[in-house]
């Protein structure tokens, strides 16, 4: 008798507490665009936030909302674009294809070293003593931090010390540009040719002293390309955006150093060859 | 008795001191150098601004760098001669950093030109800081943080208690020994004079028991009305940090991420004091200190007096220069001090000492497991738990060492110091708490643009 009545107490007390999740149900429900779901489903998932969003949802629950376009994923490329956009009749918005250059071309063997560092192997850790061991106080201390913050194995360092940022696979996310403790990396567009390799703020005689291929500030590229393409700013000849569709490899013929290069696509090819011997 | 004196403060760590080396050396004056490099961030805060261009004469103890802000600090000439160039130089910080540079006239005798600070005993509270502000003075124990600010308490606060550290607690170093020793008179002036500026009721002269008879000597000379007590603690490391010493001499905590004053403490260093003290006895402003040069790798350890810029080859020089197997230099005691990479980084307001270590003191080891033997939570002075922050670093879990309070880390290396695995925690920290400041500031940045 006993166990009948617990059977039908604990029968009852389920129906009852169904009968409330059920109302709860309905009081409470929240509609949610389908759409978002299906998009997020698309994007590449990484979670890496190049968009500037917190996450692939965040960025799908924006372009449903129409707050921004499906080009704004550099990860997925144009084909995750097209098909958010496909999918939702919309824009694809700006597909300009971006990547991570490096602005130091100062390998080990090119590169004065004045000190030997022994310490916990970061660049970053380096970088707190005394700036780092290389006589350039500005350039690339070759100890991998890129190369282990990137989510996508785009970087590999070569055999001089320098990371070799792989366009194939390189989607713009700047976590390399978070990870140097010297800011040597920078975002930009992929079809951008005229790059200068160099961010040392010395000139002359004492930059060439600390690197073979350090700019010296002659300013004869800035004399060489078509007017107003660039100016020197602190001893680093820069471009001027509005006048980037002017670029011309003219400005690169008479670099004493090679500080300033016309890129056919790879920077570094010579050792981004290696990777692949390998 | 000396270590019945009073409790110090909890944890910490007692490395071996290596002050024999220059201890019982007396403070000599470095012959002035050829070329002065004076850097214009050499405090915390904005860089000076210039006043002189190249070219112009300036006599020892001249302006020739205004403060760049409040947090900032002024430069005088530490020697006649003519200004050369201000530009860009090397820095002990690895950074290249705008500096005044002054050619030595060889003429001259090097006279000082005195300021006049006026009596203390006449002047208000005010007068007396704005004299500390002329003298750009800056706190002489390693982090050179302008006097003139912490002698301002903020609205509301009054600094009760006034606290002279002289614990210099890292090894090696001696500086401020031979100060207490060989500047007694200019302490006590300090003392007096940053008493009445504070307005504070009692002074305290916090020092460590290897240094007990220059405690003693201080005690006999001190005045017998001036409400000073001079207080010897057993020797550990870090006693110097502001905070373990306000523990060890009133017991009393300064929260996380408060100011001294939030305890109604303001503590400087005895170099600062004396530095203080000799401006009102003599008028000189801060152009020169007192440097401990020492370490196996130097053949001549000394004590020395040095002009602020002078290079470090020029110390050296002076010093019968650096045995060949010597395999790092550094500026500061050997917990916290700097590695250099050039010998024409300037000796800078900020530095207590010089260490040479040859290759004896300075070997590769080898990291293993954390075996999880918590000596470095014993050590641990501001009570963190470097086992849990440094296993987080090694897997890059930056921000959750935020929630195990990694920015109240001071750095003090304690816990490397006793890692029986040799695992490189507070390098790991340095670099997690830059990441996670440049975030900071990147999401400051980022909440500021929308």
Known sequence: ?278 | MSWASARTFRHGVHPGDFKELTRNLPVERVAFPDVLTLPLSQHLGAPSVPVVSPGDCVRRGQLIADSGGYVSSRLHAPCSGTVRSVGPAHHASGKLVDAITIDRDRASAQKLQAMRPGDWRTQSREEIVAQVAAGGFVGLGGAAFPTHVKLTPPEGKHARFFIVNAAECEPYLNSDYRILLERTDAVIEGIKVLLKALGSEKAFVGTEDNKADAATLLRERLPPDLPVEVLVFETKYPQGAEKMLIDAVLHREVPAGRLPIDAHVVVNNVGTVAGIGNMYLRGEPLIERVVTVTGPGIRDPRNLLVPVGTSLQHVIDHCGGIHPETRQILFGGPMMGQAQRFLDVPVMKGTSGILFLTDQEVVERQEYACIKCLRCVDACPVYLNPSRLGALAKSRLYEDMLDHHIMNCMECASCSFVCPSNIPLVQRFRVAKGLLKEQAARERAREVAT
Not at chain 1, 200 to 223: F, H, M, Q, Y
């Open chain 1, 1 to 278: 008798m006993g166990s009948v009545a617990a059977i039908a107490f604990l029968a009852g007390l389920c129906v009852l507490l169904a009968a409330v999740l059920s109302a709860a149900h309905r009081a409470f429900y929240v509609w949610e665009d389908p759409r978002i779901d299906a998009v997020t489903d698309m994007l590449p998932g990484a979670n890496c936030g190049a968009c500037g969003l917190p996450g692939c949802r965040a960025f799908a629950e924006r372009v449903v909302g129409g707050e921004i376009q499906p080009g704004q994923c550099t990860v997925g490329g144009p084909d995750t674009a097209g098909q958010v956009a496909g999918f939702l009749g919309i824009e694809t918005g700006s597909l300009e294809r971006r990547v991570a250059r490096l602005l130091c071309a100062g390998g080990t063997d090119v590169a004065h070293h004045a000190a030997a560092y022994e310490g916990y192997s970061s660049c970053r850790a380096a970088a707190t003593i005394g700036g780092g061991f290389k006589g350039c106080t500005f350039g690339c201390l070759g100890l991998a931090d890129c190369e282990v913050s990137c989510t996508f194995d785009a970087i590999k360092m070569s055999s001089n010390g320098l990371p070799v940022v792989d366009l194939e696979a390189c989607t713009a996310c700047g976590d390399c540009v978070d990870a140097c403790p010297k800011d040597l990396f920078e975002i930009m567009p992929a079809r951008r040719r005229l790059i200068v390799q160099c961010r040392s703020l010395l000139e002359g005689e004492e930059a060439l002293a600390e690197c073979r291929v350090a700019c010296t500030a002659c300013a004869r590229c800035v004399a060489d390309a078509p007017e107003g393409l660039l100016t020197m700013e602190r001893g680093i000849p820069v471009m001027n955006l509005d006048r980037e569709d002017r670029e011309t490899s003219l400005a690169t013929l008479r670099c004493p150093t090679g500080a300033i290069v016309w890129l056919e696509g790879q920077q570094f090819p010579e050792l981004r060859e290696e990777h692949h011997a390998v």
